[in-house]
């Protein structure tokens, strides 16, 4: 989603809950030369402590809260509206921890995108770091996607993985991914306001991408 030099990117972030990414996304924003302007910061849980922390650095954060509505559809179409009104070019998931109904992720297909603390397409859903462990994997991490209706499954944008320590726990493990997650949110949507991260056939191709040939091996040998 390419901008003019006079105009960024219109990002809105929705959370539900402590907002560490949305922080990562706010302060790569916070550079004159990211593409994007964070332009408001959504939670359906009004007790998100991501609602305070986006405030504090001077982005508008409301909650629309998911309670207040009858169904999924109604309270999509106030999340639609409220987006509308800030005329947002693409919407970031960040923690946001309700479904969306398949009408609004068609809507807004190819301008909204989801980080998942997995590397995709293994472990979707929840609890990922428990069922990496139990899973024995070596190698694990997170993946930043396009959102379609069904979840976790989308077009992949970008990943990062971590080695997994014999000793690690769901939280020492939790850590090393969330640390890389905060890397390449920022990086992920910079491709995609940039127009570089292109959906064909399902899979994103990426313009320009330099091909480091590295490979993370773990147990390191
Ligand atoms: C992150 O692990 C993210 O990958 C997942 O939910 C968690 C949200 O954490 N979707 P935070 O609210 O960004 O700190």
Not at 57 to 79: Q, V
Not at 96 to 124: C, D, V, Y
């Amino acid at each position: 989603m390419s901008s003019p030099a006079s105009r960024r990117t219109r990002v809105a972030i929705l959370i539900s809950g402590r907002g560490s990414n949305m922080m990562s996304l706010i302060e790569a924003a916070a550079h004159p030369d990211y593409p994007a302007e964070i332009v408001t910061v959504i939670s359906n849980r009004p007790e998100a402590h991501g609602l305070a922390r986006a405030q504090a650095a001077n982005i508008p954060a409301r909650a629309i809260d998911h309670k207040a509505y009858a169904d999924r559809a109604s309270f999509d179409a106030a999340l639609d509206a409220a987006l509308g009104a800030e005329k947002v070019d693409i919407v970031c998931l960040a923690g946001f921890m309700r479904l969306l109904t398949p009408e609004f992720t068609q809507k807004w297909f190819g301008r909204m995108i989801n980080i998942h603390p997995a590397l995709l397409p293994s472990f979707k859903g929840l609890h990922t770091h428990e069922r990496a462990l139990e899973a024995g994997v070596k190698i694990h991490g997170c993946t930043v996607h396009f959102v379609t209706p069904e979840m976790d499954v989308g077009p992949i944008i970008m990943q990062a993985a971590v080695p997994v320590a014999d000793d690690d726990t769901p939280d020492s493990l939790g850590a090393r991914v969330l640390a890389q997650e905060h890397v390449i949110y920022p990086a992920a949507l910079r491709l995609v306001c940039e127009g570089r991260a292109r959906i064909e056939g399902g899979r994103v191709a990426i313009d320009e991408f330099g091909l480091v040939n590295r490979a993370l091996v773990a147990p390191h040998a």
